[in-house]
Structures are given as C-alpha cells and as structure tokens.
C-alpha cells in the first residue's frame, strides 16, 4: 500500500475513536490539545501533510530534521476532529515497530511523552475504551502495510525509546 492510502486509512478507521466513552478532554482540561509557547507539535505521518496544504488552513507546518527529519504540525489549540493529525487521533498510544535480533516487533503502545499531560497513562491499556484499542490496532496495521509509514514508525519507536531513558522510565 502507498503511504498516502495509508495514511488515508488510518485517519478513517480512527476518525470516531476516542480514549473513553466519554469526552476525555473533560478529564485534563483538554491539556493534549493545549498549545504551548515552546511550539510543540505533532509528527505528521508520510504523506499526511498534503491533506493539510489542500483542505486545512490555520496549521503552521515545520520540517525538522532532529530527533529525524518529519514535518510537525503546530495548531492552534482548537480543531474539528476530522482535521487532527493522526498522531493525535492515536493519542497517548502510538504505533511501534522494533527489530532486535533479526526479529520485528510491531503494535501500539502508551506514548510515554504523554505522562506529563495525560492522567489517563496511570491506567495503562486497559484504562481505554476496547473500541478504541481495537481501531488503534488496526490503523496501525494498515500503516505498517506501507514501507514508507514502516519506516517513520521504525524511527518514531527509536525517538520514544530514546525519550523513556532519557527521562528514565
């Protein structure tokens, strides 16, 4: 599959998913959404930022070249949420994919950059509506069908694992 229908695919299996039944902004104040003066963003997936040139305006877009080169979107705080990214419509979990001895692992796990903004990380996996595991599992099996999004996970999962000893979890 190419990146784009990738892409494509998982924003639409994740396009009605949420973290619990219920609005989870409710719970943190909306404090995943909370633009901060530092101008973080959200990675965007291969491809995704075309949707953004096309259909999208008050995005600013950023290439970066560390921790590997991507675009990052930075939003103002407030969007409908068919026009998220899709690292936000994952949102604490991420797709990731490791090779260690010859062997792949690949699946979704909590994004540990979430901690800081996310109460719902105390409650691991399981805190999390099933629906929305099970559309995480699949959108991102449909992104490892694309070498190009296998790819930009293999160096997402490194920047994580970096980031977790970094911080020392």
Do not use: H
């Amino acid at each position: 599959m190419d990146a784009a229908s990738a892409v494509l695919s998982a924003r639409n299996i994740l396009n009605e998913a949420t973290p619990l039944s219920t609005d989870c902004g409710r719970v943190c104040f909306n404090a995943c959404c909370a633009s901060s003066e530092a101008g973080e963003g959200m990675f965007l997936f291969p491809e995704e930022k075309n949707i953004y040139d096309k259909y999208v305006s008050g995005f600013d877009i950023l290439k970066v070249a560390y921790p590997f080169e991507a675009n990052i979107l930075i939003c103002s705080a407030n969007c409908d949420r068919e026009n998220r990214p899709l690292a936000c419509m994952f949102f604490p979990v991420i797709p990731y994919l490791r090779v260690s001895n010859g062997k792949t692992s690949r699946g979704i796990m909590l994004d540990a950059r979430a901690w800081p903004v996310c109460p719902l990380m105390q409650s691991g996996m399981n805190g999390f509506s099933p629906e929305f595991i099970n559309a995480c599992k699949r959108a991102a099996m449909v992104l490892f069908e694309s070498k190009e999004q296998s790819n930009f996970i293999f160096k997402l999962t490194e920047y994580i694992d970096e980031y977790k000893c970094a911080e020392g979890f």
